[in-house]
Protein backbone atom coordinates (compact mmCIF):
# COMPACT_ATOMS: atom_id res chain seq x y z
CA UNK A 1 0.00 0.00 0.00
CA UNK A 2 1.33 3.23 -0.72
CA UNK A 3 0.21 6.58 1.21
CA UNK A 4 0.43 10.10 0.51
CA UNK A 5 0.67 12.59 3.58
CA UNK A 6 0.30 16.43 3.16
CA UNK A 7 1.16 19.01 5.42
CA UNK A 8 1.44 22.70 5.44
CA UNK A 9 -1.50 23.81 4.92
CA UNK A 10 -3.21 27.12 6.81
CA UNK A 11 -4.64 30.59 7.22
CA UNK A 12 -2.58 33.19 5.69
CA UNK A 13 -3.15 36.82 4.83
CA UNK A 14 -2.96 37.72 0.84
CA UNK A 15 0.81 38.59 -0.27
CA UNK A 16 2.20 36.18 2.33
CA UNK A 17 3.42 32.95 2.15
CA UNK A 18 2.85 28.98 2.68
CA UNK A 19 5.19 25.82 1.85
CA UNK A 20 3.27 22.50 1.55
CA UNK A 21 5.08 19.16 1.95
CA UNK A 22 3.99 15.75 0.83
CA UNK A 23 5.44 12.44 1.67
CA UNK A 24 5.36 9.00 -0.28
CA UNK A 25 5.50 5.99 1.82
CA UNK A 26 4.94 1.89 1.25
CA UNK A 27 6.05 -0.23 -0.93
CA UNK A 28 7.50 2.02 -3.81
CA UNK A 29 10.43 1.09 -6.21
CA UNK A 30 10.12 4.36 -7.57
CA UNK A 31 7.99 7.70 -8.46
CA UNK A 32 7.45 9.21 -11.59
CA UNK A 33 5.34 12.58 -11.74
CA UNK A 34 4.61 14.07 -8.26
CA UNK A 35 1.68 17.23 -9.00
CA UNK A 36 -0.20 19.06 -6.57
CA UNK A 37 -3.94 20.02 -7.37
CA UNK A 38 -6.24 22.63 -6.30
CA UNK A 39 -10.13 22.00 -5.70
CA UNK A 40 -11.63 25.77 -4.25
CA UNK A 41 -15.20 25.57 -3.24
CA UNK A 42 -17.74 24.88 -6.22
CA UNK A 43 -14.91 24.38 -8.97
CA UNK A 44 -13.86 21.49 -10.16
CA UNK A 45 -10.32 20.48 -9.13
CA UNK A 46 -7.22 21.62 -11.30
CA UNK A 47 -3.80 20.99 -11.65
CA UNK A 48 -1.27 23.32 -9.89
CA UNK A 49 2.12 22.45 -11.01
CA UNK A 50 3.55 19.22 -11.85
CA UNK A 51 7.33 18.18 -11.67
CA UNK A 52 8.88 14.81 -13.75
CA UNK A 53 11.38 12.59 -11.58
CA UNK A 54 13.96 13.92 -13.77
CA UNK A 55 13.28 17.76 -12.06
CA UNK A 56 11.10 19.02 -15.85
CA UNK A 57 8.24 21.19 -14.38
CA UNK A 58 4.93 22.50 -15.51
CA UNK A 59 2.12 24.86 -14.03
CA UNK A 60 -0.71 26.73 -14.37
CA UNK A 61 -0.61 30.16 -15.89
CA UNK A 62 -2.44 31.47 -12.81
CA UNK A 63 0.19 30.41 -10.81
CA UNK A 64 3.66 30.78 -12.28
CA UNK A 65 5.92 33.26 -11.23
CA UNK A 66 3.97 33.17 -7.64
CA UNK A 67 4.48 29.11 -6.87
CA UNK A 68 7.83 26.97 -7.27
CA UNK A 69 7.20 22.95 -7.01
CA UNK A 70 10.24 21.14 -6.12
CA UNK A 71 10.83 17.21 -4.90
CA UNK A 72 13.13 15.14 -2.85
CA UNK A 73 13.58 11.96 -4.36
CA UNK A 74 15.76 10.14 -1.83
CA UNK A 75 12.92 11.43 0.76
CA UNK A 76 10.05 10.73 -2.14
CA UNK A 77 8.95 14.09 -0.71
CA UNK A 78 7.12 16.72 -3.07
CA UNK A 79 6.97 20.22 -1.78
CA UNK A 80 5.25 23.49 -2.80
CA UNK A 81 6.25 27.42 -2.22
CA UNK A 82 3.45 29.59 -2.71
CA UNK A 83 4.69 33.10 -2.32
CA UNK A 84 1.87 36.62 -3.10
CA UNK A 85 -0.51 34.30 -2.03
CA UNK A 86 -4.35 36.10 -3.45
CA UNK A 87 -7.80 35.08 -2.02
CA UNK A 88 -8.27 33.60 -5.40
CA UNK A 89 -5.58 30.68 -4.20
CA UNK A 90 -8.08 29.56 -1.36
CA UNK A 91 -8.61 26.02 -1.84
CA UNK A 92 -7.90 22.20 -0.63
CA UNK A 93 -4.67 21.28 -1.70
CA UNK A 94 -3.91 17.47 -3.10
CA UNK A 95 -0.76 15.78 -4.03
CA UNK A 96 -0.68 13.58 -6.51
CA UNK A 97 1.85 10.84 -7.70
CA UNK A 98 2.41 7.99 -10.08
CA UNK A 99 3.64 5.13 -8.22
CA UNK A 100 5.60 1.94 -9.48
CA UNK A 101 4.80 -0.38 -6.85
CA UNK A 102 4.91 -4.54 -6.18
CA UNK A 103 1.49 -3.94 -7.25
CA UNK A 104 1.90 -2.14 -10.75
CA UNK A 105 2.09 1.37 -11.40
CA UNK A 106 -0.78 3.38 -9.35
CA UNK A 107 -1.98 6.98 -9.17
CA UNK A 108 -2.08 8.04 -5.56
CA UNK A 109 -3.88 10.93 -4.05
CA UNK A 110 -3.45 12.33 -0.92
CA UNK A 111 -6.05 13.47 1.34
CA UNK A 112 -5.97 17.10 0.80
CA UNK A 113 -4.80 19.96 3.14
CA UNK A 114 -6.46 23.23 3.46
CA UNK A 115 -4.78 26.51 2.08
CA UNK A 116 -6.67 29.96 3.22
CA UNK A 117 -5.90 33.31 2.12
CA UNK A 118 -7.81 35.78 3.86
CA UNK A 119 -6.92 38.98 5.71
Known amino acids: QVQLVESGGGLVQPGGSLRLSCAAS????????MGWYRQAPGKQRELVAA???????NYADSVKGRFTISRDNAKNTVYLQMNSLKPEDTAVYYC?????????????WGQGTLVTVSS
Open 96 to 108: NADVFSPLGYLEV
Open 26 to 33: GSIFSINA
Open 51 to 57: ITSGGST
